[in-house]
């Protein structure tokens, strides 16, 4: 059964420093989102791309947060200057074109800045 | 907020028992997705119900969708132990393409 893959599964950085979460979505998918989940907390959305652009973004996606699908298959969460809070695990998602459909979730990245 | 809201947090039960746990959420929604989580791992679709359907079966899942109460709720059967995890409900609103997450319940099933 396909499914969605995230690299890599940890990663550790220091403050300041810039990351880039990588997420391959099932290929017959269309839209694609990234969420987070603060340790102990809920999952919360981030941002979702559809047709090469960003369709919809939460409140934490700031100027710091960008994504990108540079080929046909990755889809990338940068985060250009780390900060402490942004240590969670993050899970990248995709479904096909219905709004009916199951988004299905990668295994996540667990993110930790020092 | 369009948050989903689930009831009760924590929920402790014997191997064989029923559990219940119910989803609350604010505004109106296209679709309620039910997903588990087990401890620091990866979040698995369990069921989807969409908002002209009243109730869904998934082999031991049971849920049922009140869209005049603005709740849903999510039965398993006959529980075992490898059922213990974090079970979440999330909406995805008709305007919007994001789920929309709960705090989630811990369902801790004991043999």
């Known amino acids: 059964e396909p499914e969605v893959t995230q690299t890599p599964s940890h990663q550790v950085t220091q403050m300041g420093q810039e990351v880039i979460l990588r997420c391959v979505p099932i290929s017959n998918h269309l839209y694609f989102y990234w969420y987070r989940q603060i340790l102990g907390q809920k999952v919360e959305f981030l941002v979702s791309?559809?047709?090469?652009?960003?369709?919809?973004k939460s409140e934490i996606f700031d100027d710091q947060f960008s994504v990108e699908r540079p080929d046909g298959s990755n889809f990338t969460l940068k985060i250009r200057s780390t900060k402490l809070e942004d240590s969670a695990m993050y899970f990248c998602?995709?479904?096909?074109?219905?709004?009916?459909?199951?988004?299905?979730f990668g295994p996540g990245t667990r993110l930790l800045v020092l | 907020s369009q948050q989903g809201e689930e009831d009760p947090q924590a929920l402790s039960i014997q191997e064989g028992e029923n559990a219940t746990m119910n989803c609350s959420y604010k505004?109106?929604?296209?679709?309620l997705q039910w997903y588990r989580q087990n401890s620091g791992r990866g979040l698995v679709h369990l069921i989807l119900?969409?908002?002209?359907?009243r109730e869904k079966h998934s082999g031991r899942l049971r849920v049922t969708l009140d869209t005049s109460k603005k709740s849903s709720s999510l039965l398993i059967t006959a529980s075992r132990a490898a059922d213990t995890a974090s079970y979440f409900c999330a909406t995805v609103t008709q305007a919007g393409t994001a789920l929309i997450f709960g705090k989630g319940t811990t369902l801790s099933v004991s043999s």
């Open positions: 505004t109106s929604i296209n679709n």
């Open positions: 119900i969409r908002s002209n359907e």
């Open positions: 998602a995709s479904r096909k074109l219905q709004k009916q459909e199951t988004q299905y």
């Open positions: 791309f559809y047709n090469n652009e960003i369709s919809e």
